[in-house]
């Protein structure tokens, strides 16, 4: 779980991703659980440079339209965020599994 303190420090992320999310035209709910997932995981990371930033708002995109049943492809979220796919691929089943979810089996 996350703190508010990580929602008020990220807002410009959380920001970031729901424009990503605008252009995909992803459903609320699949928007809700991305930005949870975001703020869940980037609670752990230090990167004064920002670039796991990017890479784990990305794969939460990817996560949270999986959960929520607004699935979009890896591609269309990496072009929407601005990552290479295999940034997404690398990362998403682990932001799942930290998060208590269990990644699909296919």
């Given amino acids: 779980m996350y703190r508010a303190r990580d929602q008020v420090e990220n807002e410009a992320w959380l920001s ?3 424009q990503a999310a ?3 035209e992803l ?3 699949a928007r809700s659980r991305a930005a949870d997932l975001f703020l869940t995981t980037i609670s752990d990371i230090d990167d004064p440079e920002d670039r796991s930033k990017r890479a784990v708002a990305a794969a939460s995109l990817y996560a949270g339209s999986l959960i929520e049943g607004d699935q979009r492809s890896q591609q269309a979220v990496a072009d929407a965020v601005g990552v290479a796919r295999l940034t997404i691929q690398q990362r998403w089943k682990t932001i799942l599994e930290e998060a208590g979810l269990q990644p699909p089996s296919w």
């Fill in 16 to 18: 970031e991703l729901q």
């Fill in 22 to 24: 605008d252009r995909l």
């Fill in 27 to 29: 459903e609320t709910g």
